[in-house]
């Protein structure tokens, strides 16, 4: 089975709390993606930015990409580098 990050994203920190179903709906949608396709999530990675804030500044999306290159590298470690 491969391994596959998860990135999830909302437009703001209120449609991330825990009474909405953005994160959840989203997390749902990916993980029968996952099931259909042979993957495994190992990590996932959420940010609550507006679809128009750059890339720099949206943290979750920098950390996916800084653990896909961690794993490109080669590592056997299978959720990247560690978390801040």
Do not use: C, H
């Amino acid at each position: 089975m491969r391994r596959a990050f998860g990135y999830v994203r909302v437009s703001s920190v209120g449609q991330s709390a825990e009474d909405r179903d953005g994160i959840p709906r989203q997390k749902t949608t990916i993980r029968k993606w996952a099931a259909a396709n042979g993957a495994r999530i190992v990590r996932w990675f959420e940010d609550s930015v507006s679809g128009k804030t750059d890339l720099e500044n949206r943290p979750a999306l920098q950390g996916l990409m800084v653990a896909r290159q961690w794993r490109n590298a080669g590592s056997d470690r299978e959720t990247g580098p560690a978390r801040a």
